[in-house]
């Protein structure tokens, strides 16, 4: 069974547009970590953010932030004034207690127009 | 300084042969992983070796094998290559226990099987 779910496969916007990407993610486990990675065009995979189960803060990165809310399961990541440089496949990823693998969604493409 | 890095880049070969692909991290951490990326973009987990310990081994074919001669270095060996391992070969790195870390991509390998 999928453990994390990207629902949108691909979302297109013109510069300046904010985007959320959503991710529910499934877990018995009380403690897990969530994890978001962007792999731009030129294909590596870069590291954005972690965030463990016990911690519902929002965080805030520069134009990035995170919405983590354990009651409905859901990590949604937001791209505010989005830019051709957000351009990427973004992947939201779990990692179950005492579990070093990530399980991956499916990825959402985005794609910002100028 | 490239943090994980992998060799080669590219790799096209002919079904039936042999080919292995190599990975080395200079963070000096203690856990390394090999993930595959199919066409459609799907991440997942392969093998995970702790402090040169096999701690992860997913349904792979045995034609498959991880090999770690030191905690630096992870390489994965395939032996008679078919056309569906034809994929992106990602290595990536981690600290070890205590928590999953996020975990530190190499750039990939693209691995063509003709």
């Known amino acids: 069974a999928q453990k994390v779910t990207q629902a949108q496969t691909e979302i297109s916007v013109v510069e300046k547009e904010d985007v959320t990407l959503d991710c529910v993610y499934e877990?018995?486990?009380?403690?897990?970590?969530l994890f978001w990675y962007k792999q731009p065009p030129s294909g590596e995979l870069v590291f954005l953010i972690r965030?463990?189960?016990?911690?519902?803060q929002n965080e805030i990165s520069g134009r990035y932030s995170w919405n983590f809310q354990k009651s409905t399961s859901s990590f949604n990541f937001t791209i505010t004034a989005s830019q051709v440089v957000d351009s990427a496949v973004y992947f939201c990823?779990?990692?179950?207690?005492?579990?070093?693998?990530?399980?991956f969604g499916a990825g959402t493409t985005v794609t910002v127009r100028a | 300084d490239t943090a994980v890095s992998q060799t080669p880049k590219y790799l096209v070969t002919q079904m039936g042969n042999d080919k292995s692909i190599k990975c080395e991290q200079n963070?000096?951490?203690?856990?390394m992983y090999w993930y595959k990326q199919d066409s459609k973009k799907f991440l997942k987990i392969m093998f995970s070796?702790?402090?040169?310990?096999?701690?992860i081994n997913e349904t792979v074919p045995n034609r498959f094998s991880p090999k770690s001669p030191d905690k630096a270095h992870l390489n994965l060996h395939i032996n008679s290559l078919e056309l569906g391992d034809s994929a992106v070969y990602f290595c990536?790195?981690?600290?070890?226990?205590?928590?999953?870390?996020?975990?530190?991509f190499g750039p990939g390998t693209r691995l063509t099987v003709t």
């Open positions: 070796y702790n402090n040169k310990e096999l701690i």
């Open positions: 990823a779990l990692s179950e207690n005492n579990d070093y693998k990530l399980s």
């Open positions: 963070l000096g951490h203690d856990t």
């Open positions: 877990t018995r486990d009380t403690t897990y970590y």
């Open positions: 990536a790195s981690s600290r070890p226990a205590g928590g999953p870390y996020e975990q530190y």
């Open positions: 965030r463990n189960s016990f911690d519902e």
